[in-house]
């Protein structure tokens, strides 16, 4: 069993900024990557950003210069710093995780999202 908990998200004006976190847990072998995506009302869920486990991130274009994709080995956390928010970056925020468990077998896991609002 794996589970991701997010955090962070919330309402903040445009301009703003805010930083999401995400930890796994649970029988994990090795996290391949991890990574963001998100959700408005009625659109497809998008990827926002991505980073292995050795550093290597990918942005989409919406958020490079704005969006920061880091994580914590350590801790099997990711984080995405949101700076320069617009209302357009309103969505639910979904973490996901490529994983391989105790058992050996490669897990897509996701959490339960988090609400991010940006008010103009």
């Known amino acids: 069993q794996v589970q991701l908990a997010e955090s962070g998200g919330g309402l903040v004006q445009a301009g703003g900024s805010l930083r999401l976190s995400c930890a796994a847990s649970?029988?994990?072998?090795?996290?391949?990557?991890m990574g963001w995506y998100r959700q408005a009302p009625g659109k497809q869920r998008e990827l926002v950003a991505a980073?292995?486990?050795?550093?290597?991130?990918n942005y989409a274009d919406s958020v490079k210069g704005r969006f920061t994709i880091s994580r914590d080995n350590a801790k099997n956390t990711v984080y995405l710093q949101m700076n320069s928010l617009k209302p357009e970056d309103t969505a639910v925020y979904y973490c996901?995780?490529?994983?391989?468990?105790?058992?050996?077998?490669?897990?897509?896991?996701w959490g339960q999202g988090t609400q991010v609002t940006v008010s103009s």
């Open positions: 996901h995780a490529d994983i391989i468990d105790n058992d050996y077998i490669r897990r897509d896991c």
């Open positions: 649970g029988t994990i072998f090795r996290i391949n990557a």
């Open positions: 980073i292995t486990s050795e550093g290597s991130t």
